[in-house]
Each structure stands twice: as C-alpha cells, then as structure tokens.
C-alpha cells in the first residue's frame, strides 16, 4: 500500500498561484494512478485531476481545465498540481489519492483506496 503526503497549500488572493505537492512513499510508485480531489465546505470531495503513470493522460474536471495542471515525477515519487488563476470557489482542503494504473484514469471516489491527509488551499476575493 502507497502512503502519500502533501504539502504546498495555503492562502493566496483570487488570481494567484499555488503548486501542490504530492509524496508516494511504498509500493510501487510507477504502477499507479495518481489523483487530486478536493472538499470544500458542506460539500462533496470531487475529483479534480488524474495522471496515468506514464504521464501521457491526463483527466481535469471541467471547473479547472485551462488553469490546473496536473503532473509526475516518477525519479521523485512525486505528483504535482500547478494551480493557476485561482478563484474562491477553489477554496477546499485538496487531496492527493492513488490507484491501481489502468486506462480509462478513474476519477471518481470510491475507485481510489490510498489518500492522503489532505492540505487546505484558501482564496481570498
């Protein structure tokens, strides 16, 4: 089983610019997809991006697409979320969860067992 750690979260001004970091530690990393997710206040944790292990598929929910970039660096065990043009709405603790590697990416929920304990991204109008 993979653990997997964040960090980089914080407060930022609508506009601004955050970069996620995700740590895999066990199992084997190249094997997974790997995933972000984020829960805002009173709602559901919704999927936010995916990466294939090889890194050549990517999935983005259609509130982040043009503005988060999801990536992997396999040497580092490591997946990133670049966040660009933040807005308040993306406000939430985010996630970093892992899979089993498999086309098409999963992105919803309950087909990720392994996560990690979450980082929280506020943004401030």
């Known amino acids: 089983q993979v653990q997997l750690v964040e960090s980089g979260g914080g407060s930022v001004q609508a506009g601004g610019s955050l970069r996620l970091s995700c740590a895999a530690s066990g199992g084997t990393f190249r094997s997974y997809v790997m995933a972000w997710f984020r829960q805002g206040p009173g709602q559901e944790r919704e999927s936010v991006a995916a990466i294939s292990w090889s890194g050549g598929t990517n999935y983005y929910a259609d509130s982040v697409k043009g503005r988060f970039t999801i990536s992997r660096d396999i040497v580092k065990r490591t997946v990133y979320l670049q966040m660009n043009s933040l807005k308040p709405e993306d406000t939430a603790v985010y996630y970093c969860?892992?899979?089993?590697?498999?086309?098409?990416?999963?992105?919803?929920?309950?087909?990720?067992?392994?996560w990690g304990q979450g980082t929280q991204v506020t943004v401030s109008s």
């Open positions: 969860a892992a899979t089993r590697d498999r086309l098409p990416l999963p992105y919803t929920r309950d087909e990720y067992p392994s």
